[in-house]
């Protein structure tokens, strides 16, 4: 084998990516992190959640399922792309909630995932929680 033949049969097999180093490189991430929100008394799938970063404004989208015992889930999902974000979550009756997170691209140019969650509590309730989780 060629040297140049062996160049192109290591960029193929990391994914057309160069210097992948101990990463296993695969196609790139769907969504830099996903918002879940939740109520005292249950997930809340229906809010307006938003974020800001990049000089950009995105409305997240709604992804929803249910588990095998019939429960319904949701999160919001944000395009990928590595950078700083304010989010808000907002829902009539509820105080809104707010978080800051931070994406980091990794060695093969992929993005690190996490999972923000944010409790909406009602108007007439304390003010709202947050817990930051990561993959």
Not at 39 to 56: E, K, L, M, S, Y
Not at 63 to 73: E, P
Not at 74 to 82: D, T
């Amino acid at each position: 084998m060629r040297l140049t033949e062996a160049i192109f049969a290591t960029a193929l097999l990391c994914g057309g990516t160069s210097g992948c180093g101990t990463q296993n490189c695969v196609g790139p991430a769907t969504s830099a992190f996903d918002v879940i929100i939740s109520a005292q008394d249950g997930p809340i799938c229906d809010a307006t959640v938003t974020a800001d970063g990049n000089g950009q404004h995105y409305d997240l989208m709604v992804l929803t399922y249910r588990d095998v015992d019939g429960g319904l889930h949701c999160s919001y999902a944000k395009p990928s792309q590595a950078g700083a974000y304010q989010i808000a979550a907002t829902r009539i009756g509820y105080r809104p909630a707010t978080a800051t997170v931070t994406i980091d691209s990794g060695e093969c140019g992929q993005l690190g995932h996490r999972y923000i969650y944010l409790t909406l509590v009602r108007d007439d309730g304390a003010d709202a929680g947050l817990r930051d989780g990561s993959e």
